[in-house]
């Protein structure tokens, strides 16, 4: 069974291995305001979300990734929908996530679990394709 709850300092070093590109830095700063949540299964850390505010107020869901062997099995879903309980615990009304313009997979995703896409921006020399925005309303 999967539990996804908040990550604490005892699970920084595997997320920065697992989120390599945040850097260590980044990733203690986000454990450290509640920003991380990771999936465990038997007490091992099979995936995590990791989310910050856009304009300091929206919950934006920066990254969420699973590991090989563990994908496709719901994992996913229980870090999103664990994710989503607490922004509405927290008040939130709207939930935002992205991704490139080419990644299909992720779009269908992030369809099926209630986004609808609300536009895309060109990011020159950051990314080679646009990115495309998401919102969720959860009133």
């Known amino acids: 069974m999967v539990v996804a709850i908040r990550a604490g300092q005892a699970d920084i070093d595997w997320l920065v291995r697992a989120d390599a590109s945040a ?5 203690s700063r986000c454990v450290a305001l509640g920003e991380y949540l990771v999936a465990k299964e038997a007490d091992e850390i099979v995936g995590f979300l990791r989310f910050s505010r856009f304009w300091g107020r929206v ?19 229980a ?3 664990a994710w989503e309980e607490a922004m509405r615990s927290d008040g939130a009304r709207l939930l935002m996530t992205s991704s490139e313009c080419d990644e299909s997979r992720p779009q269908d995703w992030h369809r099926r679990n209630g986004f609808s896409e609300s536009g895309a921006i060109e990011l020159p020399g950051l990314q080679s394709v646009p990115e495309v925005f998401f919102i969720k309303r959860i009133a």
């Open 59 to 77: 919950p934006y869901m920066e990254m969420i990734r699973v590991l090989p062997g563990h994908r496709r099995l719901g994992v996913g879903t």
């Open 79 to 81: 870090l999103f929908l």
């Open 23 to 27: 850097g260590a830095a980044w990733v």
